[in-house]
């Protein structure tokens, strides 16, 4: 498959045969490695999902690239982000996952685990830096477009932010379609859509967004 | 917003660049209402010489405060553990009366009935049965899932224990790590409790009858149920009740004030308790308590 602008550190690879998203970093969830390469799995990541499902995330790659990550649990995902980008803040509330997420930081030296609540920015504002290039949120809580709001705060005017909204998290009982409808809805107060693709090819009722702020 | 901001200080303000406890509490403490370059002041701020440099810091304060953060939390998961024990004590016990219940209430219908809790699984499996009572039959289901409640408690606990206690459980087993927990009323407790005490929890009523006069010193409480002292010859059992009751005693005051895990007591203990369950009986006829074991 040719690459459709993956970020730079994030390569398609082969692993026993199959050709995979792929990080360079030590192994964090017992994920297959090939050398320094370790499988990106996106059926356990949603920005994985997103970029395997090649959405245009505007993710660059590099040093340079600030990322603010929003519902880091034990650092499956945000260990891949780390691999390929700068400076990595990664903000969780549940004590329980971020022992975990803690071995991922060991061998990460710029990324930077905050056990804070993403719904109360004022707390940790003192410690992310402004206009980060990137958000990305998976916090599978209700209020996810409330969340993207209040943290908008942080990221630089061209920046992105790309977020997995997760239907039941919400209402289980409603429509996944119309909580998604309400989300982009309240989420455009504050941001311009630029892409929505529903990943439920890894993802049952998850709707993936790449937005810019207003 | 720019102006703003000038009110709002990183976390660094007025640090020591290597000080890092004092950056850990900033990093845990401190507030902001919005954002700034914070890498740019620390740098004019003289905090760091290069933004290298700031994030080195940066990484070592946030991973301390986290780990800080996340220990204290998961101490006080030492409630959440004794709620659980005592939760999956009571609905072992309401199982068990209502299928007494249960099956008193069947051998008036059913010629077949058997006992206790396995009598209300047939009841709900095995639906060909000729009880056509459907009370009866919905008594059996409420037993039954009062019965698989106390089995997830039981899970729960055995997988929360480790995390809360890591030395007490892998001494004394997840349960009964958590029910000495619950019996002092929490981990700080016990680990503030002598061995002596721990190893009399749970027979607070032969204690009182001893001190009260008429029954003799009881030799263990809860931990009677350990196969250190059950294992052992009812000779020694005193011997090998203060022995496991002084590891557990450090095992808790390690889980607590350090957390560290420290494998090297189970192999104290099992060494100590081999020893004297290989005590022949009649040798240790005179056992006084005049081996220390602390
Ligand atoms: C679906 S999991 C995230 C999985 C992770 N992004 C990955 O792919 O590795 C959602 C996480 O968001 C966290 N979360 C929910 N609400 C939050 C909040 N208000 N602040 C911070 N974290 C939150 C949950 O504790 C949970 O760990």
Redesign the interface.
């Known amino acids: 498959m040719s690459d459709r602008e993956l970020p730079a550190g994030v390569e398609r690879r082969e692993f026993d045969g199959t050709t995979r998203l792929a990080t360079r970093g030590e192994s964090v969830y017992g994920e297959p490695t090939e050398g320094e390469w370790r499988a990106w799995n996106p059926t356990r990541s949603k920005l994985g999902a997103m970029l395997d499902l090649e959405m245009d995330t505007g993710l660059e790659g590099g040093d340079e690239e600030t990322v603010l990550y929003l519902g880091a649990a034990s650092g499956t995902t945000v260990s891949h982000v780390a691999d390929f980008a700068g400076?990595t803040y990664a903000v969780e509330f549940a004590?329980?996952p971020?022992?975990d997420?803690?071995e991922a930081?060991?061998t990460r030296?710029?990324?930077?685990?905050?056990?804070k609540d993403a719904r109360k920015p004022?707390?940790y504002?003192?410690?992310?830096?402004?206009?980060v290039d990137v958000i990305v949120q998976d916090v599978a809580t209700r209020g996810q477009a409330r969340v993207a709001l209040e943290n908008r705060?942080?990221l630089a005017e061209d920046g992105r932010l790309l977020l997995a909204v997760k239907a039941r998290s919400e209402d289980v009982t409603r429509d996944p379609n119309d909580v998604f409808d309400d989300v982009r809805e309240e989420l455009a107060e504050g941001y311009e859509l630029l892409e929505t693709q529903r990943l439920d090819e890894y993802h049952t009722d998850h709707l993936g967004i790449v937005a810019r702020p207003r | 917003m720019t102006e703003d901001s000038a009110a709002d200080t990183g976390w660094f303000a007025g640090l020591e660049p290597d000080d890092l406890k004092a950056g850990a509490t900033a990093i845990a403490e401190g507030t902001a209402s919005e954002p700034a370059d914070w890498p740019s002041r620390a740098l004019e701020a003289g905090f760091a010489s290069d933004e290298d440099e700031y994030y080195d810091r940066l990484h070592e304060a946030t991973t301390a405060a986290t780990r800080a953060a996340v220990e204290r939390r998961e101490r006080a998961d030492d409630r959440q553990l004794v709620h659980a024990i005592r939760a999956m004590d009571d609905c072992h016990r309401t199982a068990n009366e209502l299928a007494e219940r249960l099956a008193e209430w069947g051998g008036t219908i059913d010629p077949e009935a058997g006992t206790g809790v396995a009598y209300a699984r047939e009841l709900v499996t095995e639906t060909d049965r000729e009880v056509d009572h459907p009370r009866v039959r919905s008594l059996a289901e409420r037993v039954v899932s009062l019965a698989e409640e106390a089995e997830e408690l039981r899970e729960y606990v055995e997988r929360e224990t480790p995390t809360v206690a890591p030395n007490l459980a892998a001494l004394a087993g997840p349960v009964l790590g958590a029910r000495l927990i619950s019996l002092a009323g929490g981990l700080e407790n016990l680990a503030k409790k002598p061995s002596g005490t721990v190893q009399v929890l749970g027979a607070e009523d032969a204690l009182f009858a001893h001190l009260r006069g008429h029954a003799p010193s009881p030799k263990h409480g809860i931990i009677y149920t350990h196969d250190a002292v059950r294992g052992t010859h009812p000779e020694n059992r005193g011997s090998a009740a203060r022995a496991l009751a002084g590891k557990l005693s450090i095992g808790a005051r390690v889980d607590h004030y350090s957390g560290e895990r420290k494998p090297e007591l189970e192999a104290e203990l099992t060494e100590r308790i081999e020893t004297i369950q290989s005590r022949t009986v009649d040798d240790d006829a005179d056992e006084t308590g005049g081996d220390a074991d602390e």
């Open positions: 400076p004590a329980r971020v022992r997420l803690l930081v060991d030296p710029r990324l930077f685990p905050l056990l004022e707390t504002a003192h410690v992310v830096e402004s206009d705060r942080f």
